[in-house]
Nanobody
């Protein structure tokens, strides 16, 4: 069982930046494909960005050019650098880890973009 703990959320003004972190409780973090999802009130959970164990990245069109996903396998941690934030980025952001049939989720961290 892998535990994922997100941090770094908060309230930020439009145009601002935040960096989210996802710390994993496993020494074999490097084998997992990782992802960030988000869920806004009244909406379905959606994929934001992914980074494979080979460090191949993918971004949703809505965040491309503004968000950067990365990972530090030595620290068992994944990051999401968010810039030029918009009110529509307001959501709970979730960390996800996958390897074969294993699929783990964090509890989420709230990001609110508002003036």
């Amino acid at each position: 069982q892998v535990q994922l703990v997100e941090s770094g959320g908060g309230l930020v003004q439009p145009g601002g930046s935040l960096r989210l972190s996802c710390a994993a409780s496993t020494s074999i973090f490097s084998i997992y494909d990782m992802a960030w999802y988000r869920q806004a009130p009244g909406k379905q959970r959606e994929l934001v960005a992914t980074i494979t164990r080979a460090r191949i990245t993918f971004y949703a069109d809505s965040v491309k050019g503004r968000f950067t996903i990365s990972r530090d396998n030595a620290k068992n941690t994944m990051y999401l650098q968010m810039s030029s934030l918009k009110p529509e980025d307001t959501a709970v952001y979730y960390c996800n880890a996958r390897f074969t049939n294993d699929n783990y989720w964090g509890q989420g961290t709230q990001v609110t973009v508002s003036s």
